[in-house]
């Protein structure tokens, strides 16, 4: 995993109490359109993750074999395409995060290098050693030491079973990424689990919204509608802690909060895509499932939009 700068002085606190700005998708007001405004990337001075992206997963609670399969599926594609090699792949899509490299100082011209990700360490707790409701300074800081051991090197990420509740997610935001407190912050993303925290807005579009726009609803590409809106919420976030990893990095700023690349083009799918409609994707003519990526072992994925830098605007497979 790349080095990281120093951390601007701020109140984790308040970096914690602001939520991403939802779509009007799901009903709530916001400042920011990913649908008619137009989105201006910076690079605030800090670094970027580059070269190896080291994953040390930990599943807690019983997330189940779907979960689990379909989300390691999905990281694998991310620089794996499929034998098959049916279009688009999933590398596509990574290949636009990676050309936020071309953003950092120093950069060389020509195609950014590669950014490979993999998951170095798994860790499984069934047994809810900490509880069902797990707290950001009470028990996050302590499920990192257990899956990390100190090991500064790696990226952790905290994936949720169905009947967990992380602090912060649902209500607008269903996984995020997020710094430890000092001395030493580092990243670490967390991961909700839709089938009953926020169905209507963590579930969607494989569920109907609760308020706002009723567009049409997708099937789930594999079949299992938590698996595969988990795999959009940790694509989006994975998407900026790459970009953003000490909240310093690349994003854009508005007036409420930072947002990352997949941020600002939330609850878009496709083309064609409006306020609680994803837009125009892919439909398997065997299973029904919808998608727009093809990825590892031919599995199919929904992924979300992401700020392309070469157009300066959300751009989808």
Known sequence: MGSFSSLSTRLLAFALSVSLLFTSSSGHGH??????????????DGPMLTKNVKLALMWYGNCGKDIKNTMMNFIKSLVLPGK????????????????????MPGA??????????????????????????????????????????????????????????IQGLCNGKCADHLLTEDPKPRPYIIVGNPETECPEECGWPFVPAELGSKGPVLKPPSGNMAADAMVIAFASTLADAVTNPMENGIYHENSATPLGPAAVCKGIFGPGATPGNP?????????????????????????????NPATKACWTL
């Open 108 to 165: 060389k011209p020509g195609k950014s290098p590669k950014i490979k990700v993999e998951v170095v360490k798994q860790s499984t707790n069934k047994s809810y050693k900490h509880g069902k409701v797990l707290t950001l300074q009470a028990h996050i800081p302590i499920l990192i030491e257990e899956l990390t051991k100190g090991d500064t090197s790696v990226l952790p990420v905290i994936v949720a079973a169905r009947d967990v509740s």
């Open 84 to 103: 098959d090699h049916l279009q688009p792949q999933v590398t596509r899509w990574w290949e636009v995060v990676e050309s936020y490299q071309a953003m």
């Open 279 to 307: 837009g125009k994707v892919r439909t398997d003519p065997k299973t029904g499932g919808n998608f727009n990526a093809h990825g590892n072992k031919s599995k199919r994925f929904l992924l979300p939009a992401i700020w």
């Open 31 to 44: 400042s920011w359109d990913p649908y008619t405004d137009k989105a201006k990337m910076i690079h605030h």
